[in-house]
Structures are given as C-alpha cells and as structure tokens.
C-alpha cells in the first residue's frame, strides 16, 4: 500500500480472475500467460498507483524471476514535491503523550539492513491491546516458503510496555506479504488481515488472509484465505482494511468485513479493477464475497484508437454505522475519453483528457450483501504532486497517496484525506481536508481542517462520544516529521496536539538502505481508534539509530512507536 516491499511472489499474480468459462482448464487455456497480464497492467497508470507490495509483486510476475530485491520498484524520483527547507523541528512534546516502541529492534538478527517496521494497525479489548506492522526481517532475498512481512506486538497493561511477538503464521502453501490491518469484536476477539501470496500449479494469486486471535493478540491462528474463493487463476488483491458491525439482521451479532481493492481479468473486459468486499457471520471461520464496484482498468476509446479511458480504485477502507449499515469508501483514478470528433490528423494530437482523483463511496443496508450505486464525495488534488513523493532530504523520500479514513459523529459519517488542492495561503501544500455526510452518504460537504506551510499526511480517523480525532504526520519546514492529532467536539473547530515525544528525520530510500524494501517507501498509513476510554495511537518512526558494517557512522531505523491519551473516547473506531 504505495509501499512496503512486499516483494514476493514470483508468479504471483499478474491480475486475474478470470470468470468462469466452463471447465477450469478451459477457462486457463483461454487466458493471456501470466507475464502478459502483469505487463499490461503496469503498462497503464495502475503501474504508478499501486503499494510497494503489490508493484513488486507484479515486477517479479513480469519479469518471471523470484527476486525480492527492489530493482525498478519504486516511485519516479525524476523530481520531488517539496524543497528542503530552513529552521528546525519542533521542540519538546506534549506532556500528556508517552512514546513507547512497540517493536524490539535487537530481534533484528537475522538479516543485514532488513530492518523496517512500519504501516501500523491497532486493535484494543481491555488492557489488551495488539499492533500489527509490515516488518522486513523474517525473510531472505528471494521468494521462499518461510517469507513473512506481518509483525505484531502485544501488551498486556494497555500499552505501557510491548512484547514483540514475531510475526502471524503462514497459511500452508501461502506466505504473508503484509499490509496489516486489525480490528476486533464484542466477544473479545482479534483480527488481522493481509496480503498473502498464495502458490498452486494451476493458480497464481496473491490473496486476502484473515488471523484470529482470543487471547489479546499473543497467539494467532494460521489465516483464512478469503479471496481464494474467486476461484481465479491468477489474481491480485492490494491495501486490505477491516472493521466489525452489528449484523443488520441480529444486533446480538457481529459481523466482520474485509475490504480491499484488486485486479482481476475479464475475458471479454481485460483487465479489471474492482473494490471487493468480505464479510463473515461466524468469528472468520467462513467468508462471503460481493463486489461493490468492478471498472474495466483500461478500455479503447470509440472513434479515437490512440487514446483508452483508465479506471482503478485504491485505498478501500470500511465502517459500519450504528444500525448496522456498511459504507466502503476508495480513492478512485480514473482517465475518460476524449469528446467524440473526428479522428486527429494533424501533429501533435490534442492530449488526452487529465487523470482525476476522486473519493467515492458505496452503501450497504444488507450486510455487504448489496451495494448502492457509486457515490462521489468530492474531486480531489494529489497531495505531492507530480509524482506523489515528499522530498525529506538527499536520498530521503516519502511517498503519499490519498487514502480515505471514517468515522462517525453522531449520526454525521466523517470522511478524511490528505489533499494538495488548498488555495490561497495554503496553496502547494498537503492538508487534511474533511467531507461530511448527514443524510446517510448521499450529499456531502467538505472543508479543509489542517493549513499552513507545513504539510500534513496520511491521516487515520477516529470518532466517539467526545468527538472526531484525526491523527497525521506533519513535515516540519526542516523536513523532519512529526505526528499530531487533532480534536473536536463538533468537527468544526479542531485543537491540535503534538503526540510525538521527538521529531525524526526520513530514511535513506532511495536507494533503499534495505535490500527488500521499496524506493521511496516509508509506510502508506498509520493507525488511531477509541477503545470508550482512550485514544490508541501508532506510527513508523525513523528516530532511533543503527550502527553496522554498512553505516558505521549510523543510520535512521524505521520502527514503530505507541501512544495512548485516557480521557478521549467512548468507541473503538472503524
């Protein structure tokens, strides 16, 4: 997500889940090869927008090698957004806020400079509390039965100390490839969901698993593969999200949904981007899939042969309202046709309509059973352009998309996300900027929260009986980084607070200091919910230092770091 190396999977996917055309070996023949897919795929703009994971995925399928070495996985360095500024970062932090690392950095034994832990995700019954993180260690250089991505930590005193946990075990046949995201339900369980590259003779996929967990997130259970019910031979999801609701039809109940954006192939369509959504009735041991949207990733355009429309959503992210109604948002890119006219013939050719990035979201008052039709939030302007990268320092970068995050204000749906299309003063900078919903998903308004000559990033979102609490990196005028949350009451007014004991310096990415991690990666999102009594806070954080034969004089080490704020929040956020 974007992102995190995933590297894996050598075959894995190239995208497609074929629909079914009579026999199975039927429907593989009549298929493009698997090189052929992933090639066409990064061919068009979902080649740009997609998480490290998932890009390096796609690179080793196109180029048919088990390699996890980043190569030419990376954002476009051509330029970056942003120039290194004068002045310092910010001087001591909130007193109220503690900053404890989550992960142990002297477990990092195993492999020379792979030692990222970063893109994190938060789940809290009691005084238990669990954080899941893309953790770089526990693999070698090339795709092996023993890769594994999914940190976790857990902490049995509500976060005041942490024990590193290692990481969620492999499905048989299947390995984790990160992208962590957590959530729990009312009878105490954990969930964490993941990428995860799954391998057959026949099937090429890199899937969703879901693990459980019902003791405080210490152990966990092998993982349920949810997509592989597709039934596709080759297959790619990407940038999972999870969340719990009352079961529409028995509030006694919960139900658990998954979401997440991929790419399938469509035998008459080619291939398809879609937003699939799971859902399981049963504590995840059982999950159904339905499409909220499926858009053909790229088609020709009628009458101008040049030029072909693009379609992809990405960053899919769920919650469930009060009664049990489930809202999917995603950032959606999309590329239309140009007008109809007669065929261009003198040169240069008019150019093609502009990318547009927009947020949209779907409505289920059946559970994930159905979905609404699309929604249109608001358009949106990219937060880093033009190649949605940062620029933190000499070989420092940090790349940044628009992801949505929910949560509820009373009856009011909230939905949050870096954006660059500020004006005025604020104008060339990234800001969160925050639509709002009364009438249940179908009107909304929008308005920047954030402003200034600082830019504000990957914000995640949560609401309780208190109010709305969004928590974002900020990028000082140093270019060091800090994480803030700001709060209110009514979602107007915002008072802002700075969680980070220290601010801290990007990391060398470009090249990447770890040999199985993206350029330009430094984790696509962070995490913050409400357990009813406390804000949960975390983040990758570059502050502390490694000393090795590589870095003699040190280098700044991605780890993650918690926080919690008692007195702010009456429910667990979506």
Known sequence: MRRFLTACLAAVLASGYALTLGSADTAVASLPDAKDIAKQILATHAGHFMTGNARAAFEMVARGDQELSHGSNSQDARAAAGTKQAAGGEGPGDASFTNVRVNNPAEDSHQVGQTTQSETSIAAVGKNVAVGFNDSQHTLLRFTAGTNFNGIAYSRDGGATFTDGGVIPNHPGCVNLGDPWLTSDRSGAMYYSSLANCLSPTRFALDIGVSKSTDGGKTWSVPVILSSSLNAFSYQADKDAMTTGKNPSDPSKDEIYDTWDDFSFDPFLGPVSGLPVARSYDGGATWSITYASQVPLSAPCPGSPVFTSFAQYIGAMPIAGADGTLYVASEKIS????????????????????????????????????????????????????????????????????????????????????????????????????????????????????????????????????????????????????????????????????????????????????????????????????????????????????????????????????????????????
């Open 335 to 574: 590329q239309a046709c140009p007008a109809p006219g007669p065929p261009c013939t003198a040169k240069p050719c008019p150019p093609p309509p502009p990318l547009v990035r927009s947020i949209v979201v779907f409505k289920s008052a059946t559970g994930g059973k159905t979905f609404g039709p699309e929604t249109t939030v608001a358009v949106i302007a990219p937060s880093a352009p033009p190649f949605d990268l940062f620029k933190l320092d000499e070989g420092k970068y940090m790349r940044n998309l628009e992801f949505p995050t929910m949560a509820f204000l009373g009856s009011d749906l909230l939905i949050a996300w870096n954006d660059g299309g500020a004006t005025g003063a604020d104008a060339g900078h990234s800001h969160i900027r925050l639509a709002r919903s009364t009438d249940g998903g179908v009107t909304w308004t929008t308005r920047f929260v954030t402003g200034g000559a600082n830019d504000q990033m990957q914000p995640a979102m949560s609401g309780d009986q208190s109010g709305v609490h969004i928590l974002y990196y900020q990028r000082n005028p140093d270019n060091t980084l800090d994480v803030k949350v700001g709060n209110s009451d009514d979602g107007q007014a915002f008072s802002t607070r700075r969680v980070t004991t220290r601010s801290f310096p990007g990391v060398l990415n470009f090249p990447q200091f770890d040999p199985i991690i993206a350029f330009s990666y430094m984790g696509d999102y962070i995490a913050n919910i409400s357990d009813g009594s406390r804000l949960l806070f975390a983040w990758g954080d570059n502050r502390d230092i490694v000393h090795d034969f590589l870095f003699p004089n040190g280098r700044n080490d991605p780890n993650v770091y918690f926080a919690t704020h008692v007195g702010e929040g009456n429910q667990q956020g979506g």
